[in-house]
């Protein structure tokens, strides 16, 4: 599973980050605007799952489930 955080280093980027930390979720970290913006990202943190982009309370119940 491939796990990618698009964050800036915003308050609701750390919660989110936190989170996948507790629960021991291995992802990587893109903080390259342009690519965001390319995926069409204009609201961050969104969390990629497998190419699926998650937006921050979408994220929050899927690391929740797991």
Known sequence: MKIIL????????????????????????NNTVDEMLSLGIVQVPVLSVDGE????????QWVNQH
Do not use: M, R, W
């Open 6 to 29: 698009y964050s800036t280093g915003c308050p609701k980027c750390k919660v989110l980050k936190h989170k996948l930390e507790e629960k021991g979720i291995a992802y990587t970290e």
């Open 53 to 60: 982009l998650l937006d921050f309370q979408t994220a929050n």
